[in-house]
């Protein structure tokens, strides 16, 4: 769990979504090393679970996902905890129900990358082997304009050039988010809150 800060100003809570590889955990990531409080859901299963088509949470099966099978679902009473709790708040994720809960967030960030960069990017990633799988990485190539294209449709959605250097993005996203989200300073060491 990242650390958690107080923001002065206006409360805003902020999507950050794309495909897988497009970059949301390491822009997660860079914003909370930045001061700001950032999280990725996939790091919060009282958020994200993966479920059947039933709604019943399950093990992550062994191979590739057959996503007509699952779905990797926000569990409402866990994301609205998340959301408010104190000051404004960036939440990185990609979630088979996300749409639903679009209406709970200012912006919605969508990390656009193009093929090769999203190829690249699934093949060697270390913080998890989602995507290596050839089937998987099939999947993933074979709808990823589709889905850009449905995120980028999304109410008050704003596309990200995510093939830049992370650094530029969290730029922009922080750019684009003035002034209502500003970091306050360090609170007293080993202070830290949960949503």
């Known amino acids: 769990m990242r650390a958690a800060r107080q923001y002065r100003g206006t409360v805003a809570k902020y999507l950050i979504t794309g495909v897988a590889g497009s970059g949301k955990s390491t ?14 859901t996939d790091d919060l299963p009282e958020v994200t679970r993966l479920e059947d088509q039933g709604g019943r949470p399950v093990e992550w099966p062994e191979g590739p996902v057959d996503w007509s099978e699952y779905a990797w679902n926000w569990q409402e009473a866990g994301l609205r905890k998340l959301l408010a709790g104190p000051g404004s708040v960036f939440v990185a994720a990609i979630a088979s129900n ?12 969508v990390l656009v990358v193009d093929p090769v960069t ?6 060697s990633r270390t913080e998890n082997d989602y995507g290596k799988h050839p ?55 080993g202070v830290r809150r949960r949503f």
């Open 27 to 40: 822009v997660a990531q860079a914003l909370s090393e930045r001061g700001y409080r950032a999280y990725d």
């Open 135 to 189: 089937d998987e990485l099939a999947g993933i190539l074979s709808y990823h304009a589709e889905l850009e294209s449905e995120l980028r449709s999304a109410p008050r959605a704003a596309a990200i050039d995510a093939t830049r250097p992370s650094r530029a993005v969290v730029d922009e996203i922080i750019a684009r988010t003035r002034p209502t989200v500003t970091p306050e300073p360090e609170q007293p060491s």
């Open 118 to 123: 999203l190829r690249n990017r699934l093949l």
């Open 98 to 109: 996300q749409a639903r809960f679009y209406s709970l967030f200012e912006a919605i960030l």
